[in-house]
């Protein structure tokens, strides 16, 4: 069973070029939809070549993701999808390299792992592992993790257990006798 890795998605490009990217990854006759290897396609699955292309071992569904016309001659493909252990930044660099006229935006976040991180075809990358141990970490201190930390509500997965040790009461034996609610 993997972790599952959050990803929030934003792919704009020409409409006609986001439109085909859509259509190529719905689902067909013998075949899931895919985003992935709709952007960059491997044939037949095979697990080094999905990790080594994709970046990550399974495709993506269109499930979480919605194709929007800009109505000005752009296209977007934007949401929330999972990839198994790790985001697909492989397949999003390749085709970003494949297609100069597209923007591409991926941040994403790994509760098991705790990293979070965001790539975007600009050139920007930026990544953080031991999340868990950051969430003080101010918009003032940085505004990228601060942004991060906040898009993918990351304080709820790491709560501290302060709450739940008050409600505990504690026996002379040291052990735990009861929860107070």
Known sequence: MPNWNSNSITIDGPTDKIQAL?????PAEGKDGSLLDAMVPIGEWDYDTAVSTWGTKWDITLEGLQLIDNLNGTASIHGYADSAWSPPLAAFQTYADDNPDCELELKYFEPGMAFVGVWDSQGSDAYWDNVDTLLDTTEEEDSVLYELLE??????????????EE????DLDGGVSAINE
Do not use: K, R, S
């Open 22 to 26: 859509w259509d190529a990854a719905q």
């Open 151 to 164: 898009h993918f509500n990351v304080y709820d997965w790491f709560e501290t257990d302060e709450d739940e």
């Open 167 to 170: 409600n505990l009461e504690i």
